[in-house]
């Protein structure tokens, strides 16, 4: 069967089991919040898909484990759940029949997009009776930064913009940006990312760092600055020598060292990013957010629960520039970070995320990082999405 209304998918991946029994200390049960969020956390706006992308015709999209249904009337995007309640058929199936609605694609039942009432039964006939008794959820929408953000929680949501930094919202900006879905718990998507040990060795045969020296070892704390945990590099190490083994470095004759080891003490800096006046390159929060601050750009990417193993991942690379300089930048983009950064460099990371299998887990000294940004949830308190791992579906 072909469906040409469901979104591709990340190839199927059987779920990770371990077959050993994790000892204390070696599985996340000293994390409970984080522990439980298989499928996320409730009462965040999540960035789901590009605005440019929807159309009148409905689309599918999964988040949180919620399936949702999502069309364009006019300016407005509106997102609900993609269920008929006749027969369960799925509204992404359906089709715009009057303005603002969508009719199911079964018997015709048309929900309001607005308010998901019931408006009309197309095969009852005007008085249909059961017409103004039913309703479909639907979910908040917004529209910014290019990208449609769905609110996954209880009761009224909080203004969208305490879920994006703010410098994206207060400043001029040119951007790129890849959304994919990849094989992986959002968990696992997260902790690589903010993780300090990997990038020196997984990403050292990177094109994107061809011609750039990474450390060979680190000392690092983290350090919370409003609602970012920040890795801070309290020492870099370009090489090490191994007892009986030999010496280790990224150095090649052909690579440029070294990277300042904090965005503001590059010799020039955007004035954006100085401001930002943060201590170190990565930054993470929630709901699942990371920022890598570079003296003249920064990646933002979020790991957007889809279901228990695959993770929406949304990559922008942001410049604080317009005019000339701006159009530079979307062509470097374009022509060479789409596909070196946002492409095989995050693939290594993609990579490793899908083939992962943790709990249970022994960690070493680098790994401050995970559990950082592990202690920094089970202190927020976020509310997880209910997982019923029998259906592998929200709980309801
Ligand atoms: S299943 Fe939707 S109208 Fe029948
Ligand atoms: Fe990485």
């Given at each position: 069967m072909?469906?040409?209304?469901?979104e591709?998918?990340a190839?199927?991946?059987?779920?990770?089991?371990?077959?050993?029994?994790?000892?204390?200390?070696?599985?996340?049960t000293?994390?409970?919040?984080?522990n439980?969020?298989?499928?996320?956390f409730r009462?965040y706006?999540?960035?789901?898909?590009?605005?440019?992308?929807?159309g009148d015709?409905?689309?599918?999209?999964?988040?949180?484990?919620?399936?949702?249904?999502?069309?364009?009337?006019?300016?407005?995007?509106y997102a609900?759940?993609d269920?008929?309640?006749?027969?369960?058929?799925?509204?992404?199936?359906?089709?715009r029949?009057?303005p603002?609605?969508?009719?199911?694609?079964?018997?015709?039942?048309?929900?309001?997009?607005?308010?998901?009432?019931?408006?009309?039964?197309?095969t009852?006939?005007?008085e249909?009776?059961?017409?103004?008794?039913?309703?479909?959820?639907?979910y908040p929408?917004?529209?910014?930064?290019g990208?449609?953000?769905?609110?996954?929680g209880?009761g009224?949501?909080?203004?969208?913009?305490?879920?994006?930094?703010a410098?994206?919202?207060?400043?001029d900006?040119?951007?790129?940006?890849?959304?994919?879905?990849?094989a992986g718990?959002?968990?696992?998507?997260?902790?690589?990312?903010?993780?300090?040990?990997?990038?020196?060795?997984?990403?050292?045969?990177?094109l994107?760092?061809?011609?750039?020296?990474?450390?060979?070892?680190n000392?690092?704390?983290?350090a919370e600055v409003?609602?970012?945990?920040?890795?801070?590099?309290?020492?870099?190490h370009?090489?090490?020598?191994?007892?009986?083994?030999?010496?280790?470095?990224?150095?090649?004759?052909w690579?440029r060292?070294?990277?300042?080891?904090?965005?503001?003490?590059?010799?020039s800096?955007?004035p954006?990013?100085?401001?930002?006046?943060?201590?170190?390159?990565?930054?993470i929060?929630l709901?699942?957010?990371?920022?890598?601050?570079?003296?003249?750009?920064?990646?933002y990417e979020?790991?957007v629960?889809?279901?228990?193993?695959t993770?929406r991942?949304?990559q922008?690379?942001v410049?604080f520039?317009?005019?000339?300089k701006g159009l530079?930048f979307?062509?470097k983009?374009?022509?060479a970070?789409?596909?070196?950064?946002?492409g095989?460099?995050?693939a290594q990371?993609?990579?490793?995320?899908?083939?992962?299998?943790?709990?249970?887990e022994?960690l070493?000294?680098?790994?401050?990082?995970?559990?950082g940004?592990?202690?920094?949830?089970?202190?927020?308190?976020?509310k997880?999405?209910?997982?019923?791992?029998?259906?592998?579906?929200?709980?309801?």
């Amino acid at each position: 069967m072909t469906d040409q209304h469901a979104e591709r998918r990340a190839p199927a991946k059987p779920p990770a089991r371990s077959t050993t029994r994790p000892s204390p200390g070696e599985d996340w049960t000293q994390w409970p919040t984080y522990n439980a969020a298989t499928l996320g956390f409730r009462n965040y706006w999540y960035p789901v898909v590009w605005e440019r992308d929807i159309g009148d015709k409905p689309q599918a999209v999964t988040l949180l484990g919620e399936k949702i249904m999502v069309a364009r009337e006019g300016d407005k995007i509106y997102a609900l759940k993609d269920r008929c309640p006749h027969r369960g058929v799925p509204l992404s199936h359906g089709r715009r029949e009057f303005p603002g609605t969508v009719s199911c694609a079964y018997h015709g039942w048309t929900f309001d997009l607005e308010s998901g009432n019931l408006s009309a039964v197309l095969t009852d006939g005007p008085e249909s009776p059961i017409c103004g008794r039913l309703s479909v959820k639907t979910y908040p929408v917004e529209q910014r930064l290019g990208l449609v953000w769905i609110y996954v929680g209880d009761g009224e949501p909080h203004p969208i913009e305490q879920d994006i930094p703010a410098e994206l919202l207060d400043n001029d900006h040119v951007m790129g940006g890849k959304i994919d879905l990849r094989a992986g718990n959002w968990r696992f998507a997260a902790e690589n990312g903010f993780d300090e040990g990997h990038a020196k060795y997984l990403h050292n045969t990177a094109l994107w760092r061809l011609f750039k020296v990474m450390p060979a070892w680190n000392k690092t704390r983290v350090a919370e600055v409003g609602p970012w945990l920040i890795r801070v590099q309290d020492e870099v190490h370009w090489e090490a020598d191994y007892p009986g083994l030999g010496t280790w470095s990224n150095k090649r004759w052909w690579k440029r060292m070294p990277l300042p080891d904090a965005p503001g003490k590059g010799k020039s800096v955007n004035p954006v990013i100085a401001g930002l006046d943060i201590p170190g390159f990565v930054s993470i929060r929630l709901p699942g957010l990371l920022r890598v601050a570079y003296p003249h750009f920064i990646h933002y990417e979020w790991y957007v629960p889809v279901d228990a193993d695959t993770v929406r991942y949304v990559q922008m690379m942001v410049r604080f520039e317009s005019g000339a300089k701006g159009l530079l930048f979307k062509f470097k983009y374009l022509s060479a970070i789409r596909w070196l950064f946002h492409g095989q460099f995050t693939a290594q990371d993609a990579w490793m995320v899908d083939v992962m299998d943790a709990p249970p887990e022994k960690l070493y000294r680098p790994d401050l990082s995970i559990t950082g940004w592990r202690r920094l949830i089970e202190k927020a308190r976020p509310k997880p999405q209910p997982y019923d791992p029998a259906s592998g579906s929200p709980r309801a």
